[in-house]
């Protein structure tokens, strides 16, 4: 099973709209501040080469999507289905 965790910010309106598309995919996933630099998954996904400028981001296992390319109008885009693996 995939790990999925959803890099956030406390008041963003696309981190609930991403999280709410998750849920109603049935679709389990863990929440990372990303304003909480100490984490060990900010720390890692810096190591990774990625330093986001926007909100959210999401990583399932070692693949990232930052906020351009998670969302395909109301929809999640194709790579984050592919990546999540639904249709």
Wanted: proline share 5%; charged share 30%; glycine share 6%.
């Amino acid at each position: 099973m995939s790990e999925i965790v959803v890099f956030r910010l406390e008041t963003c309106p696309n981190c609930d709209r991403l999280e709410e598309l998750l849920r109603e995919s049935g679709i389990e996933f863990r929440e990372v501040d990303l304003q909480d630099t100490r984490h060990p998954d900010m720390i890692t996904m810096r190591m990774a080469g990625i330093f986001p400028q926007e909100a959210p981001v999401i990583r399932v296992n070692t693949c990232y999507a930052q906020s351009k390319t998670i969302f395909d109008g109301n929809e999640l885009s194709g790579t984050v289905k592919a990546m999540i693996g639904i249709e």
